[in-house]
């Protein structure tokens, strides 16, 4: 399969601004190297907890965010910053490239009718003139589930479910070869979570999309993902194909993570594994490993070096010293 998208060594920095004349006192270090790839009609699943740095490396891969370090490829090419790219370019690589905001209501602008959020994109990269653009947007209208009859309404009309049916669209309207959800059903009622994680299933098989679902629910990414990244505080700390991570997770904060998932049977035997304390200040996260202040196998070497993820052996990588 052909890689679409690689990432390496990303790091996004913010500075900390202090004082009168505002000086950068520090840094937040809000993804702070990590590495993945992203093949075609592939599935990448980014969990972890709030503060992880999932949603800030989901946007650095789009340039919404500046990356202070490392590098990001399309198909090969460069793209971590924009300089030197003629705006074609940039425009075809704001094309193939697209994102579902996790609020699907503050990301729909409410003066704009649905037809006209769907339109502009199509305007703006000269795509379906004429009639073709109001029959494509019915087009898009019927796949997502909505009719085209409501193509005349605004944001407010709508349910949570139709606008996040709606953020589907747009991400669609200019053909996308990835699209990045960030957190794309998390404010939705589980029984709409199903409707909508159906339905980027059945899209995806249709117009051949890559996607990198990033979420802190576990049973959503298990239910989409071929491969899983774990992060905490801004790193990859395990990396797996689906069915290796949840069959057998390596790594004490994968393992905590999916303790805290209820089994869906009530009668089965089931133990929470808790952490202590709470998650580190990215601004000055602990050294050695950035887990170990909250790890119940802490050993003395966590807390002086790094531990480096490592293959532990059919692609399951891991970064922690017991394995």
Do not use: W
């Not at 669609?172 to 009622?189: F, K, Q, R, Y």
């Not at 576990?218 to 774990?230: F, G, M, P, T, Y």
Request: charged residues 20%; hydrophobic residues 40%.
């Amino acid at each position: 399969m052909e890689t679409l998208l690689k990432v390496e060594d990303l790091k996004v920095h913010f500075p900390v601004s202090k004082g009168l004349l505002s000086r950068k006192s520090a840094y937040v270090h809000a993804v702070d190297g990590i590495s993945m790839q992203l093949d075609g009609g592939e599935t990448v699943g980014i969990v972890g907890e709030s503060g992880c740095g999932k949603t800030t490396a989901g946007m650095a891969m789009l340039n919404l965010v500046h990356a202070t370090g490392g590098r990001i490829l399309y198909r090969g090419r460069d793209i971590t910053r924009f300089e030197g790219m003629s705006r074609q370019e940039i425009l075809a690589l704001r094309k193939n490239l697209q994102i579902i905001f996790q609020d699907p209501y503050s990301s729909l602008n409410p003066r704009m009718t649905l037809r006209q959020m769907l339109a502009l994109p199509m305007h703006v990269h000269n795509l379906y003139p004429g009639k073709e653009r109001d029959e494509r947007i019915d087009y898009l209208l019927a796949k997502v589930g909505l009719s085209p009859e409501q193509a005349n309404r605004y944001p407010h009309e709508f349910s949570g479910g139709q606008r996040q049916r709606i953020g589907i669209a747009r991400a669609l309207a200019m053909d996308p070869e990835v699209i990045i959800g960030d957190e794309p059903v998390s404010a939705l009622d589980v029984s709409i979570q199903a409707q909508i994680i159906n339905l980027l299933m059945d899209l995806q098989d249709e117009f051949d999309l890559s996607y990198i679902i990033i979420s802190h629910d576990l049973a959503v990414v298990e239910h989409v993902s071929d491969r899983i990244l774990v992060m905490y505080l801004g790193k990859v700390v395990e990396s797996a194909r689906y069915s290796d991570l949840y069959g057998k997770p390596l790594h004490p904060y994968t393992q905590a993570l999916l303790s805290a998932v209820p089994p869906p049977d009530p009668r089965r035997q089931h133990q929470s594994i808790q952490l202590e304390g709470d998650v580190p200040s990215p601004v000055n996260p602990p050294p050695g490993c950035a887990f170990h202040p909250r790890c119940v196998h802490c050993m003395e070497i966590c807390s002086r070096e790094t531990p480096e993820l490592k293959d532990m052996g059919n692609g399951h990588l891991a970064a922690c010293h017991l394995l």
